[in-house]
Nanobody
Framework: QVQLVESGGGSVQPGESLRLSCAAS????????MGWYRQAPGKERELVAR???????NYADSVKGRFTISRDNGENTVYLQMDSLKPEDTAVYYC???????????????WGRGTLVTVSS
């Protein structure tokens, strides 16, 4: 069994910051790429940022220069530092991880349950 547990969402005003965390736990051999996606009301889920097991990082154009993704490989945890938040960043943020399972040594995609970020004045 593998779980991703997110934390750190909340309500902030425009220009403020939030930090999201997501920890993978369970019967894990290794955690490869990890990332954050978001889904705003009435819209499709979109990639926000992704980080490989090494140092390769991708950001959505809409968050470049404002959001920073990082990870702690020893803790199987990924972080998303969100600065200069805008109302259009309001969404449910989902953690994603590609996990090599100890059960069968296969790599599978896992998702967290999501954490709500609301940016409003």
């Amino acid at each position: 069994q593998v779980q991703l547990v997110e934390s750190g969402g909340g309500s902030v005003q425009p220009g403020e910051s939030l930090r999201l965390s997501c920890a993978a736990s369970g019967s894990i051999v290794s955690v490869n790429a990890m990332g954050w996606y978001r889904q705003a009301p009435g819209k499709e889920r979109e990639l926000v940022a992704r980080i490989s097991s090494g140092t390769r990082i991708n950001y959505a154009d809409s968050v470049k220069g404002r959001f920073t993704i990082s990870r702690d490989n020893g803790e199987n945890t990924v972080y998303l530092q969100m600065d200069s938040l805008k109302p259009e960043d309001t969404a449910v943020y989902y953690c994603n991880a590609k996990v090599m399972r100890r059960f069968d040594y296969s790599e599978r995609d896992y998702w967290g349950r999501g954490t709500l970020v609301t940016v409003s004045s």
